[in-house]
């Protein structure tokens, strides 16, 4: 701040600004400076929060055997009346203090499951992982309108995204793991008032993050017998995601904050370039489906939802839009669909899945030379490269010819990225 309020002096000398533009500069400058150490401070409140009731129950740990049954009843709840006292002197006292609100309600939220844990074990309570962490969420949800608290909602994503991947991945097939969406769908209100109260802050990008990177994780738990339709489920689920990040909801966001975009494109690409071998279509062709038990089958239902649901945010997103405007990752699920149905009888499928990954990489170069991106560029120069290496292993070119591709794409790096600098400089002049 000092080195601002000497450069502020010395354009003042020089008269290059006003005395009134000096003062807003400097007021400017210490509302940036007060709204970062404001978070600096909710951060380690948090934390401070988090680390005093995991050393709480480390010490009573310790000694824990050594206590009788009525002394282990009273330290099981200690924390949990602690929490709640922390919560209840904020909200009265401490209401318009992030800090405080964040860092009470986050140590609740590990009180809670520290109690239940505790009370289980002192009366030999039966039970699993999984219901123990269900409790756990459905009694701190609350937490999260109770005390409008962004850490306790992030908490909550991350216990039910572990309660359903243990219902739904560690055993054969669970239908348990369903209510995840409903679980889900309770957090929505939150986030929603999140973005309209404090569409810049920190705690909406953590969202930003966690909610599309759960639901990715967790869709593959509605997988029973017909795993294969799964692939048709993802790409409209990263089609979903990609358009929503391109939606005017999210799209003036920094890219960085844009988890659904990043996320959205970034395993649409993944997943192609695995497609792109032949082991899957050879399997593709091999399935033997029967209609009537295809279309009741949870795959089949998931695949259906997230393919209509992402066909009308692309009808949504490009009303009024030329087709020009459209984004070539936007239409791959619409492209794979076709392509996974021609794919049960023909081995042309996998040509169309190459031939779509190189469409793609040409379409982002071209995008990155026409808006005078080096990062849009560099992405298609990366996408295409990737493809020839997949290629490498499994095609039976010859060595020479193999190094004459890379030698060429290595060029074409370096060639394309002196002609965008030298267009830049151009500009610059």
Excluded at 165 to 184: D, K, N
């Amino acid at each position: 701040m000092s080195i601002i309020l000497k450069e502020i002096t010395e354009l003042l000398n020089a008269e290059v600004i006003d005395q009134s533009t000096a003062e807003r500069i400097e007021d400017y400058y210490k509302k940036k400076k007060g709204t970062s150490a404001n978070r600096l401070f909710i951060a380690f409140g948090i934390l401070g929060a988090i680390l005093v009731g995991l050393g709480v129950i480390l010490i009573i740990a310790h000694n824990w055997d050594e206590l009788s049954r009525s002394t282990k009843t009273l330290f099981a709840f200690l924390p949990l009346l602690a929490g709640q006292g922390l919560c209840l002197y904020s909200l009265l006292k401490k209401q318009d203090s992030v800090a405080w609100n964040e860092s009470s309600a986050a140590f609740l939220f590990f009180a809670v499951g520290a109690s239940i844990s505790l009370v289980s074990q002192i009366y030999n309570i039966p039970g699993n992982l999984s219901s123990f962490i269900l409790t756990w969420m459905l009694l701190c949800l609350p937490l999260i309108y109770i005390m409008k608290s962004s850490t306790a909602s992030l908490l909550y994503l991350i216990g039910i995204s572990y309660y359903a991947a243990e219902v739904g991945y560690m055993s054969a097939y669970s239908q348990e793991s369903y209510l995840y969406w409903i679980l889900l769908l309770l957090v929505v209100p939150h986030y929603n008032l999140l973005y309209k109260r404090k569409p810049e802050g920190n705690f909406l990008v953590f969202h930003n993050w966690l909610f599309p990177l759960s639901i990715i994780i967790i869709l593959g738990t509605v997988a029973y017998k017909h795993e294969v339709l799964m692939f048709i489920a993802y790409f409209s689920l990263l089609g979903f995601l990609y358009l929503l990040g391109e939606s005017a909801v999210f799209t003036h966001l920094k890219l960085r904050n844009n988890g659904y975009k990043i996320l959205g494109l970034l395993g649409t690409l993944i997943l192609l370039i695995t497609l792109s071998f032949e082991w899957f279509w050879e399997e593709l062709r091999d399935e033997d489906f029967i209609l009537s038990e295809l279309v009741v089958s949870p795959e089949f239902i998931g695949a259906l939802i997230f393919s209509l649901l992402a066909a009308a945010l692309l009808y949504l997103n490009q009303k009024g839009k030329s087709l020009k405007e459209i984004k070539p990752v936007a239409l791959v699920f619409i492209v794979f669909i076709l392509t996974f149905i021609l794919g049960l009888k023909s081995a042309i499928a996998i040509i169309l899945i190459n031939l779509c990954v190189f469409v793609i990489g040409i379409l982002t170069v071209r995008e990155g030379a026409k808006e005078n991106s080096l990062g849009n560029l560099n992405l298609g120069l990366l996408i295409i490269t990737t493809l020839i290496i997949c290629r490498f292993f499994d095609t039976d070119l010859s060595f020479v010819l193999r190094g004459i591709l890379f030698v060429f794409v290595g060029a074409g790096f370096f060639v394309a990225n002196y002609l965008m600098l030298k267009k830049r400089k151009a500009n610059e002049l």
